[in-house]
């Protein structure tokens, strides 16, 4: 009964190291790491960021640069002004805009930099000027809902004047 109970001891020990193992390799090499703590600052201010939380990705053409690493209201504007670290090694034109974006109907948001043409660079602590905030996906089926039926209705209203507007012969 001892043997037994130590064999399994060391099986279940066994498949706990080889689960950490994966926890380890799937964190390193899925690129959801933190940008190290020498990325470059910057700075941007949206009229809304429905969705985005600390923590969520930067990224250029698709690939993740960094993360956002604060959000607050500014008291005067009521904007969300955004703190980002991003890869010290970008050279971002100081004309580079940034938009939040969805990665689709159920996923999370992120903020997409599209570099400018610029010869001038963004400095570290530097602040992007040209930002589209989030698109509310709920505002837009509202919208569409709200216009199909005007139409329906409309058109119903049409169809009723024009078989009904004379006398029965």
Do not use: C, W
């Amino acid at each position: 009964m001892k043997g037994r109970s130590f064999a399994e001891i060391g099986a279940g020990a066994a498949v706990l190291a080889v689960a950490a193992v994966f926890l380890v390799y799937a964190v390193l090499h899925s690129g959801r790491g933190a940008v190290g703590g020498d990325g470059m600052v910057l700075r941007a201010s949206f009229d809304r960021i429905d969705g985005l939380a600390n923590g969520a990705d930067v990224r250029i053409a698709g690939v993740k640069v960094g993360s956002v690493t604060d959000s607050r209201i500014d008291p005067r504007s009521f904007a969300a002004d955004l703190t980002m670290r991003v890869d010290r090694t970008l050279q971002l034109p100081v004309d580079t805009s940034a938009e939040v974006t969805s990665e689709g109907l159920l996923g999370g948001k992120y903020i997409s930099l599209v570099p400018g043409g610029s010869d001038k660079l963004l400095a570290d602590g530097g602040k992007i000027t040209e930002t589209q905030g989030s698109v509310s996906l709920e505002s837009l089926l509202g919208r569409f809902i709200f216009s199909v039926t005007q139409m329906n209705a409309n058109a119903q209203g049409q169809q009723g004047q024009s078989h009904g507007g004379g006398a029965p012969r």
